[in-house]
């Protein structure tokens, strides 16, 4: 089992910044995808963005430019830095990790974009 959670949602006035952040503990390993992914009122859940073993990412083309996801594997977070917010970024946003044998998700942390 591997177990998360997220910090660091919030409002935010357009054009601003956040900094989300996720803690795993558990089963983590090195090799396991771990990313972010958001769900807005009324639509699918989506990814935003993944970083894999040796630090690989892929961002959705909405975020491109805007979203920076990292991670610390000696601490097992991933953090996704958010610039230039937009109000059609406001969502729940989720951890999530992947692995061979499962897919595990966090409680979410809600992010509003709004003046």
């Known amino acids: 089992q591997v177990q998360l959670v997220e910090s660091g949602g919030g409002l935010v006035q357009p054009g601003g910044s956040l900094r989300l952040s996720c803690a795993a503990s558990?089963?983590?390993?090195?090799?396991?995808?771990m990313g972010w992914c958001r769900q807005a009122p009324g639509k699918q859940r989506e990814l935003v963005a993944v970083?894999?073993?040796?630090?690989?990412?892929n961002y959705a083309t909405s975020v491109k430019g805007r979203f920076t996801i990292s991670r610390d594997f000696a601490k097992n977070t991933v953090d996704l830095q958010m610039n230039s917010l937009q109000p059609e970024d406001t969502a729940v946003y989720y951890c999530?990790?992947?692995?061979?044998?499962?897919?595990?998700w966090g409680q979410g942390t809600q992010v509003t974009v709004s003046l």
């Open positions: 999530n990790v992947q692995n061979a044998i499962a897919e595990y």
């Open positions: 558990g089963r983590i390993s090195s090799n396991d995808v």
């Open positions: 970083i894999s073993r040796g630090g690989i990412t």
